[in-house]
């Protein structure tokens, strides 16, 4: 029995694990590499897991740097089951067919420019057809039950507290009358974070792939990160002021209308004028609210209360690209969240390019931003940069709010390994860049004294 580490090894993308034991061949995770172009060329070179052979695919959640690259597999002869929780299933239906349109419209805009260079066409990664040759290949699991997968392979997919739907999952593998367990964290969210229950873990492990996003650092304290959030939107009250937050539609978006709606009802911020101008966010907002069997107690208490999560009265999305442009020439502290969270593509970059070059923007980044995106290149303070082809030169003000994370800090990681310490599993660190990674190996070993270790990409463990 082994493990090979084929992706999100010293970067926070591209999860992907291939599990062989004599029995069966399982995948856990495909997911698409996000970054610069470098990052980014990885997506179209399959990893050594020969997708006709496989039994099955185990997926933890609906992010596309844990789902994105699925649709390659069939072009790979892959003809198995995807087991995953119902929302996520729901969730890779909207975000894949995103991801293929962005994909298309992307190739199609760059090939008028290579046309024009005499150069050959851009092809994207995968199509609209792809996805929808792979959504019928996805199986529902329940949380907190064990399930077969494949042959001698049992998984348990336990809530997660990161998005909806997402999960850590337990494999039990059996194999010549061994049997070990492994189990693989996910996205692990933080405790408290708000509409969705606080992260579980398991009591015992063999061996633990646990994630590392946050690994070298605590994020400051949610009310904190609410109050600079309402300073900000009020200081942007000015006849030209905007908010501009670029957003993960998935989960960052919806819990920044839970937060701006508590702001509403306290006062904080007097009748917000909030826009969503992403359509997957709006889908994903939806399917939110169909599924608050997963919410927390306190989101309950809102709805029990008469008072819905995700709304309040100056929230408003946007359909049609004209809707969107119809934003460009509005102030007085608008506020606009849309897509995506690292300015990679969507209806972001428009809004960048239209805001950028202005002192009374405000550009506020509450999530991740990998090496190599834009959005890292102005949290990191570039004063000049290029947006869809124009060079645009930053007078906006910059401001990056880090307790709005959905992932778990570094003493939150510890704390839901700590579970399983006494049964002494082996630790492999993933997900994250080797910075982070580096710093939460030595707190484990402080703290737990286990001995964590940093797989590179092509690793195998041995099980």
């Known amino acids: 029995m082994q493990i090979k580490v084929l992706g999100a090894a010293g970067e926070v993308t591209g999860s992907c694990y291939l599990v062989e034991t004599s029995k069966a061949r399982v995948l856990v995770e495909f997911g698409i590499h996000q970054g610069g172009a470098h990052t980014e060329a990885k997506n179209r070179r399959m990893p050594p897991i020969d997708p006709g052979t496989l039994d099955a695919a185990i997926l933890t959640h609906a992010h596309l740097d844990h789902s994105g690259r699925l649709p390659l597999l069939p072009r790979h002869d892959f003809d198995a089951p995807i087991f995953a929780t119902k929302a996520t299933i729901e969730l890779c239906g909207i975000l894949l067919r995103d991801s293929a349109h962005i994909q298309e419209s992307s190739a199609a805009r760059a090939n008028k420019y290579r046309a024009k260079r005499g150069r050959g066409p851009a092809t994207p990664l995968y199509t609209t057809p792809d996805v929808e040759r792979v959504l019928p290949m996805f199986r529902e699991v329940p949380f907190d039950e064990f399930v077969e997968v494949a ?79 309402a300073r900000i939107m009020n200081q942007a009250r000015t006849p030209k002021g905007k908010v501009l937050i670029p957003s993960f539609a ?47 107690d306190d989101c309950w208490e809102l709805i029990n209360g008469g008072t819905p999560c995700l709304s309040f009265p100056g929230l408003r999305f946007t359909k049609s690209p004209q809707d969107s442009m119809a934003l460009n020439p509005m102030g007085n502290g608008v506020t606009i969240i849309s897509a995506a969270g690292m300015c990679t593509g969507g209806r972001i970059l428009h809004h960048l390019r239209h805001g950028l070059g202005r002192e009374e923007t405000h550009v506020v980044f509450v999530g991740y931003q990998g090496d190599g995106t834009l959005g890292r290149r102005l949290v990191d303070g570039s004063r000049k940069v290029r947006v869809m082809g124009d060079d645009i030169r930053v007078k906006a003000n910059i401001h990056t709010i880090g307790g709005f994370s959905a992932h778990a800090g570094q003493t939150e990681l510890v704390e839901w390994l700590a579970s399983m310490r006494d049964s002494g599993p082996r630790v492999y660190l993933t997900h994250g860049e080797d910075r982070q990674r580096r710093a939460l190996t030595e707190k484990i070993d402080e703290v737990l004294m286990l001995k964590a270790q ?10």
């Open 250 to 296: 998935v989960g960052r978006t919806q819990q920044l209308i839970y937060f701006i709606a508590g702001m509403q009802r306290e006062g904080v911020v007097e009748d917000p004028k909030v826009y969503v101008d992403s359509p997957m966010a709006t889908s994903a907002t939806d399917l939110y609210r169909r599924h608050r069997e997963l919410f927390d």
């Open 454 to 463: 940093m797989p590179a990409w092509g690793d195998v463990v041995e099980v």
């Open 151 to 229: 042959p001698g392979v049992r998984a348990k997919w336990v809530d997660a507290g990161h998005i909806l739907g997402a999960a850590s999952v337990m494999l039990q593998l059996e194999d010549k009358g061994e049997r070990k367990t492994v189990v693989f964290s996910g996205d692990i969210g933080p405790k408290g974070a708000p509409l969705l229950r606080d992260p579980v873990t398991f009591d015992h492990a063999d061996i633990v792939f646990l994630e590392s996003t946050y690994g070298d650092r605590d994020h400051r304290p949610m009310d904190d990160s609410i109050a600079e959030l």
